[in-house]
């Protein structure tokens, strides 16, 4: 499963910055998903729920 890391993390054997996109097995990306330190990325690229392609509007 493809997922977008949201915010650092690390342990023995790995390493992952905010805003990496990785590959990890279903269970594992499954738990850091639930855990709100990953969004799972879908097909087209885009990360599911993923705030960027909103509308922002600034008030004045």
Same mark, same amino acid.
């Given at each position: 499963?493809? +997922?977008? =890391?949201? $915010?650092?993390? #690390?342990?023995?054997?790995?390493?992952?910055?905010?805003?990496? @996109? +990785?590959? =990890?097995? $279903?269970?594992? #990306?499954?738990?850091?998903?639930?855990?709100?330190?990953?969004? @799972?990325?879908?097909?087209?690229?885009?990360?599911?729920?993923?705030?960027?392609?909103?509308?922002?509007?600034?008030?004045?």
């Amino acid at each position: 499963m493809r +997922i977008k =890391i949201l $915010k650092s993390l #690390a342990g023995l054997n790995f390493s992952y910055s905010a805003g990496q @996109e +990785i590959e =990890i097995e $279903k269970e594992q #990306a499954s738990q850091l998903i639930k855990a709100g330190l990953a969004e @799972e990325v879908q097909e087209d690229g885009n990360a599911k729920g993923n705030r960027s392609n909103r509308a922002r509007t600034s008030k004045p």
